[in-house]
C-alpha cells in the first residue's frame, strides 16, 4: 500500500510555501524603499512581476506539464522557490542594481508558486481519498495557514531581533521549500488522466459550462484578494491602527477567517452539500462587502472585512472540485487554467478598488463599492453553472 498521507503531507507544504512566497515581500516594501532607494513606483512592480509569473506558468502548465511529468515539475517548484527565497536575501546586494535582483528573486519563486498552485490540486486529486471535495478544501487551507504564519512570524521576529535582520528570515523560510524536494522526490505521484487522454484547451474552452467554472474562478480571485489586499489599509484609514496592527487586524484575521472555513468544509464535507455551501458564502460575502463599502461605523466594517476571509474560503477550492466532478477528463489542462483564471480575478480585484478608490479621493469604502460585483457574478455563475450541470446529467 503506498503511503498517500505522505503526498498529502507534501502538497500541505507547497501550499505553505505559495503563502511564504505571496505575503513575504510585502511586509519589505517600505524597507526596499528606505535600504534600496527604490521608488515606490518600481516597488509596487513586484507584486505586479510576481503575479504575471505566475500567470505564464499557468498557462505553460497546461500545455506541457504532461509531457514532462508531475513529479519533475513540482520538485522543481520547491527548488525555485527554495531559490528565490535565499535570491531575495543575497541578490540586492551583488548585482549592481537591488531592484533588479529583488525581481529575479520574485520571479524564480513566482515560478515555484505557479508550479505548486497548478500541480497540488491534480496531485491530492489523484490519490485515492475517499472524500475528494473535503480534502481539496483542507489542503486549500494551508495556504491560509501559510499566509497567517508567514505575517505573524515576521511580525515576531522583527519585533525580536529588528527588520534589518530580514535576510535572515528569509533564509529561514527557504528551509521550508528545501525540506519538501526530499518529499516530493519520494512520495507516491499518480496521473490523473493517462497521457494523451485529457481534454485539450480548445476542448474546454468549447464547452459552456467550463466557460462558466473561469468566470466563477475570476470572480472567486477578485472577491478574495480585493479585500485580503486592501484590508490592511482599511484597518489603518478607517480605524487609525498602526502598520503592526493594522496587518494582523486586516489581512491576517482575514486569512484566519479564510482557513477555519476551509477547515470546517474539510472536516465536515460529507454532511454539506458544496452547491448550497457555496451560494449561502457568495451571499455571505456580498453583504461583508456591504458593510465594509457602506457602513458608518469602523468597527462593523473591520468586521466586514474580517468575515469576508470566511465567505471566499470554499469559493477557490469548490469551484475546482465542481469542476473535476462535472470534467472528469479534464486533466491538468484544466486545474492549469482554472488556475490562471483565479490568479487574473487575483491582479483584477484590488487594482479595480483601488482605481475607484483613487478617482474618489483615496476612499477605500467607495472602492470595496466596486467590489460589490464580484461576489454578485459569482452567485450567478454558480446558479447557471448548476442548472447547466443538471441538465447535461439529464440527458446522460
Known amino acids: 500500500m503506498e503511503n498517500y498521507n505522505k503526498t498529502k503531507i507534501a502538497c500541505y507544504l507547497g501550499f505553505v510555501t505559495q503563502a511564504v512566497a505571496a505575503n513575504f515581500a510585502p511586509l519589505l516594501f ?38 514532462i511529468g508531475y513529479r519533475i515539475c513540482i520538485v522543481a517548484s520547491e527548488v525555485c522557490s527554495a531559490a528565490g527565497l535565499v535570491g531575495l536575501a543575497f541578490l540586492p546586494e551583488i548585482l549592481p542594481s537591488s531592484f533588479v535582483g529583488i525581481i529575479i528573486s520574485v520571479i524564480l519563486y513566482a515560478i515555484g508558486s505557479g508550479l505548486i498552485e497548478v500541480l497540488g490540486s491534480p496531485i491530492v486529486e489523484a490519490c485515492p481519498f475517499e472524500n475528494k471535495e473535503a480534502t481539496m478544501s483542507l489542503l486549500h487551507s494551508f495556504y491560509c495557514w501559510g499566509a497567517v504564519g508567514t505575517i505573524l512570524v515576521s511580525t ?13 528570515l528569509a533564509v529561514i523560510f527557504a528551509l521550508i521549500p528545501a525540506i519538501n524536494i526530499f518529499n516530493f522526490a519520494t512520495c507516491p505521484i499518480e496521473n490523473l488522466v493517462e497521457e494523451g487522454q485529457g481534454m485539450g484547451i480548445r476542448t474546454l474552452f468549447s464547452n459552456p459550462m467550463f466557460l462558466v467554472a473561469i468566470v466563477m474562478m475570476i470572480c472567486s480571485g477578485a472577491s478574495e484578494l480585493a479585500m485580503a489586499q486592501w484590508a490592511s489599509a482599511y484597518a489603518e484609514s478607517a480605524l487609525g491602527f498602526s502598520k503592526a ?41 456580498f453583504a461583508c462587502y456591504l ?4 457602513s458608518k461605523n469602523p468597527m462593523l466594517g473591520l468586521a466586514g472585512c474580517i468575515v469576508c476571509g470566511f465567505s471566499v474560503g470554499i469559493m477557490w477550492p469548490g469551484t475546482i472540485s465542481i469542476s473535476s ?15 490562471m483564471a483565479g490568479d487574473l480575478g487575483g491582479s483584477i480585484g484590488p487594482a479595480v478598488v483601488g482605481k475607484v478608490a483613487d478617482m474618489f479621493g483615496g476612499s477605500i469604502h467607495v472602492g470595496m463599492r466596486i467590489g460589490l460585483l464580484f461576489p454578485m457574478t459569482l452567485c450567478l455563475m454558480l446558479f447557471l453553472f448548476h442548472v447547466l450541470n443538471r441538465n447535461e446529467n439529464k440527458q446522460k
Open 30 to 67: 517600505l524597507k526596499f524603499h528606505t535600504d534600496y532607494h527604490i521608488s515606490l513606483g518600481s516597488i509596487a512592480l513586484i507584486s505586479t512581476f510576481f503575479f504575471f509569473t505566475q500567470l505564464l506558468v499557468d498557462l505553460f502548465c497546461a500545455k506541457y506539464v504532461d509531457k
Open 291 to 294: 458593510l465594509a463599502s457602506f
Open 325 to 339: 466532478k462535472a470534467f472528469p477528463m479534464g486533466g491538468t489542462a484544466m486545474f492549469a487554467l482554472l488556475a
Open 245 to 285: 496592527v493594522g496587518d494582523i487586524a486586516g489581512p491576517c484575521m482575514f486569512a484566519v477567517t479564510m482557513g477555519v472555513s476551509r477547515v470546517l468544509y474539510g472536516k465536515a464535507g460529507e454532511k454539506i452539500n458544496l452547491n448550497r455551501f457555496m451560494i449561502g458564502s457568495g451571499i455571505l460575502c
Open 156 to 168: 515576531v521576529f522583527f519585533l525580536i531581533f529588528g527588520i534589518d535582520s530580514w535576510k535572515w
